[in-house]
């Protein structure tokens, strides 16, 4: 009973992890002049990728290197088919007022550059170098959408709808000590609830005999993306659809570029021939899934959360079988 016991409480840890991080990641955009959307591609996407992170750099030093990979492939997976299609069963996400397709275009490319370097065989030092070369530029190209930001507002201050104090959740009173500490309850706690989880539900998992290759895909990819559906299912009940949608586009870049970057660089991660036969193409096809969301303003209403999720227990049992 001990490794459910421990289950439950990783997922607890992370359900108010997330709480805790969306409410300093937005707060945090109110105060210093940041929209929402720039607060959740950068510190919310980093903080729920943590745990991808710790997972994949060490599986390459533990000399399971096809974990890691499992690991950011499947994650990226089910960010989008899971991660959007949970919350929006439970809340509509209305993604009107989302400006993320710059944003997503740049998850594209940083998918398409993946499958690139993947059909290389290897991801190598090379392979390394280039991903985090690709991660520093969207992170620059960020930062200068965050300054252009803050002069226009400097010279045209935002109406009364578009403030940011208008989101629900958003306090403009609330003080810097207070803010900081949700941040760092939310980035330490996400990490640490994965970790909890992912480790016991691998240990109920190998109790089933469950391969290594299937782990990865499906247990600990589900487990390292709950950091990211919990954040996700807080900014939808707070109506925060640019929190969310931002929230795991960020995530995916991050998971390709900076994790597969950083792992690459500890050790070398073959690329098994099951991946670019078919889950690589399963990656990018749930990142077009979403385009009428991002260009076309459709809203994620519990019709699409429906299909998403759905899709995703397709995927999980075709993998299984």
């Not at 490794?3 to 210093?32: C, E, F, M, Q, T």
Request: hydrophobic share 60%; aromatic share 8%; net charge negative.
């Amino acid at each position: 009973m001990m490794p459910w016991l421990l289950s439950a409480l990783g997922l607890v840890i992370l359900l108010l992890a997330g709480d805790a991080l969306v409410k300093g990641a937005v707060n945090l955009s109110l105060r210093v002049g940041i929209p929402a959307l720039i607060v959740s591609l950068t510190v919310v996407a980093f903080g729920t990728s943590a745990p991808e992170l710790l997972i994949s750099v060490n599986a390459v030093l533990d000399n399971k290197p096809g974990l890691a990979l499992g690991n950011v492939v499947g994650s990226n997976t089910a960010n989008i088919l899971l991660v959007l299609g949970i919350p929006a069963i439970l809340s509509v996400l209305h993604t009107s007022g989302c400006s993320c397709s710059k944003s997503y275009l740049q998850m594209l490319a940083a998918t398409v550059l993946f499958i690139l370097l993947a059909f290389r065989g290897t991801f190598d030092w090379i392979a390394a170098l280039i991903l985090l070369a690709a991660l520093v530029l969207m992170l620059t190209d960020a930062f200068r959408d965050t300054l252009a930001h803050r002069r226009d507002a400097a010279i045209a201050p935002l109406s009364d709808a578009d403030r940011i104090e208008d989101v629900e959740g958003a306090d403009p009173s609330m003080p810097w000590w207070q803010i900081m500490t949700f941040l760092v309850l939310g980035l330490v706690g996400l990490p640490l609830g994965a970790d909890i989880l992912v480790d016991n539900a691998s240990i109920i998992a190998e109790r089933y005999g469950v391969s290594e290759a299937v782990i990865g895909l499906t247990l600990v990819a589900v487990g390292t993306s709950l950091p990211e559906l919990a954040t996700t299912v807080m900014a939808a009940l707070r109506k925060q659809a640019d929190v969310a949608l931002g929230n795991v586009i960020g995530s995916n870049m991050f998971n390709l570029l900076g994790i597969i970057g950083v792992a690459a660089l500890v050790g070398n991660i073959p690329v098994d021939p099951q991946f670019l036969r078919f889950d690589l193409w399963v990656m990018l096809g749930t990142a077009l899934l979403i385009i009428p969301f991002v260009f076309f303003k459709f809203d994620i209403n519990r019709f699409w959360g429906i299909v998403l999720t759905f899709t995703y227990v397709a995927y999980v049992s075709f993998i299984l079988i």
